[in-house]
């Protein structure tokens, strides 16, 4: 998932762990979304 972020959005690692815990919840949330969108379209 991190991969993702960082590939795709250019979200570093540390940056997305000093984010809010709601925050990351989302942006995890976002990512699984965005991840089975793209796997729906293949």
Known sequence: MM???WV???LRPGE???LPRGERL???AFS???LEA???NN
């Open 3 to 5: 991969y993702h972020m």
């Open 8 to 10: 795709r959005h250019h």
């Open 16 to 18: 997305f762990w000093n």
């Open 26 to 28: 989302m942006l995890l």
């Open 32 to 34: 699984e979304e965005e």
């Open 38 to 40: 793209l796997s729906d």
